[in-house]
């Protein structure tokens, strides 16, 4: 073959290659395996990498480099996945005759389906700016990991494909957080209730510098950080394992967007029980956004069950679970490890771990016990601990419901504070 036609070949091949998605994954893809020959560990607050193992998850547990690329790679999905899903719905038209498709757009459906459109591409610039400011405190990192971090940059730039580990059909529900927690509106009804409850209880601990509160499972923040603000002398360390929810999290502590405001649709995806398009796609304001982080608030990415405290000389230590212990597949790891977190206390007068919980019994995740309230009662009386404010809230509260619908969603409460020994 002359070698001029080789030479067009390859020209035009590699010109092809490198416009295409899958071929710039893989070549990311590549680097990511090469530049990582030893685990890259994410130390937070702050997204700091690092080699060594962050010291409040000795044990394992903490957040790393691959998550933290699956994470980014989810929120930055988030676009071309719901528009894909969102497009489909207009292409089943097709199968409906002209007549039908000119009355579906002589009643407004067709319009509405492009009013999700740009509901979607709303939502997702407020996903695209929790990446950014992700990648903005990587960058200001100096020195060291210089080729990861050039590969991350890299990754928000290029529109990259959902890896394996990648959540992107959980975005949404993250976005929903930030309105459950930070909307005005949405925070008195589902969140006030555990916050009225939870902060009766600790009024009744003795609490001051000494005493360490810690929320597993804190989603998008809003409770720790209320904790923090109500009690300013007390630790409060917020825990959350899910990426998505931490990024979130840690967005909405920053106070670089607290003059601007944020605008979420977070029910413009859901077509059932909907009254109009334009409920549908209501915006949602964050109105309640902090205006700075407390000093004594730390936020962690991690697993709870390999949590540590900085220190083992808290005089109380109080533990937070809202809408918690029901997520685990087994439910006495987390009674195991509050029960464990006596070790702490530098005092032998104190009683125990303060345990206050709040919220439903909804297992999920292939549970191996699935314990009724009246079960998880017996359960702490055979273990001795003294338990006492129960209340079981039947009335319903509220979990991400929109009250603009059809469909309301709501769970019934379970409350209880006991001292753990």
């Known amino acids: 073959m002359d070698r001029s036609v080789v030479i067009v070949c390859v020209t035009v091949l590699m010109s092809y290659l490198l416009r295409s998605k899958w071929f710039k994954n893989l070549i990311l893809n590549y680097e990511n395996l090469t530049h990582t020959s030893s685990p890259i560990n994410i130390n937070t607050p702050g997204f700091k990498l690092t080699t060594h193992v ?3 998850f000795q044990n394992g547990g903490s957040s790393n480099l691959v998550t933290f690329k699956d994470t980014i790679a989810s929120l930055l999905s988030y676009r071309s996945y719901e528009s894909n899903h969102n497009d489909r ?3 089943r038209l097709q199968s409906l005759s002209q007549d039908r498709i000119n009355t579906l757009t002589e009643i407004g459906y067709t319009s509405k389906i492009a009013q999700v459109q740009n509901s979607i591409s709303s939502n997702a610039i407020v996903a695209e700016n929790i990446v950014n400011h992700a990648m903005n405190q990587i960058d200001l990192q100096k020195g060291g990991f210089p080729q990861e971090i050039d590969s991350l940059r890299r990754q928000t730039i290029t529109a990259t494909l959902p890896s394996k580990g990648s959540q992107v059909h959980r975005v949404s529900e993250a976005l929903s957080h930030l309105c459950r927690d930070y909307n005005s ?8 209730p555990l916050l009225n ?4 209880i600790i009024d009744t601990i003795p609490h001051d510098n000494s005493t360490l509160i810690v929320v597993p499972g804190a989603g998008a923040g809003y409770i720790p950080y209320t904790l923090s603000e109500k009690y300013p002398k007390c630790v409060v360390d917020s825990i959350e394992l899910s990426g998505l929810m931490y990024m979130c999290q ?3 502590l920053n106070n670089e967007h607290s003059m601007t405001s944020i605008t979420l649709r977070p029910f413009a995806q859901y077509y059932s029980g909907q009254l109009n398009k334009d409920l549908q796609n209501k915006e ?4 309640l956004l902090p205006s700075k982080k407390p000093n004594n608030l730390t936020h962690l990415w991690g697993d709870f ?3 540590e405290p900085r220190s083992n000389s808290f005089d109380e230590i109080i533990v937070v679970t809202a809408y918690f212990i029901d997520t685990s597949a087994n439910m006495f790891e987390y ?3 509050i029960q464990n977190m006596t070790k702490y206390l530098k005092s032998s007068s104190a009683k125990g771990i303060h345990w206050i919980n709040v919220g439903p019994l909804k297992y999920g995740t292939q549970p191996i016990v699935q314990l009724t309230v009246d079960e998880i009662s017996k359960y702490i009386d055979l273990q001795g601990w003294k338990q006492d404010q129960v209340e079981i809230e039947l009335n319903g509260s509220g979990y991400l419901t929109n009250a603009d619908s059809l469909y309301q969603g709501h769970y019934g409460l379970y409350k209880f504070h006991t001292i753990v020994t």
Not at 284 to 287: A, S, Y
């Open 54 to 56: 962050p010291k409040q």
């Open 335 to 337: 009674m195991d490890k």
């Open 185 to 192: 509106e949405f925070n008195e009804r589902e969140i006030q």
């Open 284 to 287: 949602i304001k964050l109105d």
């Open 197 to 200: 409850y939870i902060t009766r």
């Open 305 to 307: 069950l390999e949590y």
């Open 89 to 91: 719905l207009m292409s």
């Open 250 to 252: 840690d967005y909405t």
